[in-house]
């Protein structure tokens, strides 16, 4: 089955940086778009950014243009999520998302996510 | 940004009853939203998509309805692990959004 693991989270200053990891398995990595979307402490769910099967089109939030970048390797299965200029607004659990096969944008797996905290 | 809103924000009802959720769009996004449920502590899980069609393995006591601006999900008698979150989505236009969710309790 689907299996979505979450790495690389911690806790780190704000305009620091961190790279986050999402080692897939149970399905063909390299046909499937893919997401990472976060869910700040007792809050809601918030769309970061989208990566296409072939890495070719790339979209994100507002929120974090310019300061993430959303890669992947299909020869690993693995997604990436490169977050510079950190701000404590970012602290969030962050969940890497497999899209559907038709559309993409539908978020029909999920990991179990990775803390990330922006303190001081 | 398509902008979501869901009511109420916390439904409290008893395991057997009818839970009726509401999810409405500032502009149409047509039927592409979908519904996801989160339990403490775990994440999301899709239930509903393209506004009435259930996700593999969901039960049918959950409906969804509607279309443009104002859309329904429906859990017909409240099971024990019902009692959840639960978010709408929409794929209609960049950038995804999500509703600030509804909250079922145990009354």
């Known amino acids: 089955q689907v299996e979505l693991v979450e790495s690389g989270g911690g806790v780190v200053q704000p305009g620091g940086s961190l790279r986050l990891s999402c080692a897939a398995s149970?399905?063909?990595?390299?046909?499937?778009?893919l997401h990472w979307v976060r869910q700040a402490p007792g809050k809601g769910l918030e769309w970061v950014a989208f990566?296409?099967?072939?890495?070719?089109?790339?979209c994100y939030a507002d929120s974090v243009k310019g300061r993430f970048t959303i890669s992947r390797d299909n020869s690993y299965n693995t997604l990436y999520l490169q977050m510079n200029s950190l701000r404590p607004e970012d602290t969030a659990v962050y969940y890497c998302?497999?899209?559907?096969?038709?559309?993409?944008?539908?978020?029909?797996?999920w990991g179990q996510g990775t803390q990330v905290s922006v303190s001081s | 940004e398509i902008v979501l809103t869901q009511s109420p924000v916390t439904l409290s009802l008893s395991p057997g009853e009818r839970a009726t959720l509401s999810c409405r769009a500032n502009?149409?996004?047509?039927?592409?939203l979908a519904w996801y449920q989160q339990k403490p502590g775990q994440a999301p899980r899709l239930l509903i998509y393209?506004?009435?069609n259930r996700a593999t393995g969901i039960p049918a006591r959950f409906s969804g309805s509607g279309s443009a601006t104002d859309f329904t999900l429906t859990i017909s008698s409240l099971e024990p692990e019902d009692f959840a979150f639960y978010y709408c989505?929409?794929?209609?236009?960049?950038?995804?959004?999500f509703g600030p969710g509804t909250k079922v309790e145990i009354k």
């Open positions: 998302v497999k899209g559907d096969i038709l559309t993409a944008l539908l978020f029909d797996s």
């Open positions: 149970g399905f063909n990595f390299r046909t499937y778009g």
């Open positions: 990566i296409r099967y072939d890495g070719s089109n790339k």
């Open positions: 502009e149409s996004v047509s039927t592409y």
């Open positions: 393209d506004a009435s």
């Open positions: 989505q929409q794929r209609s236009r960049w950038p995804l959004t």
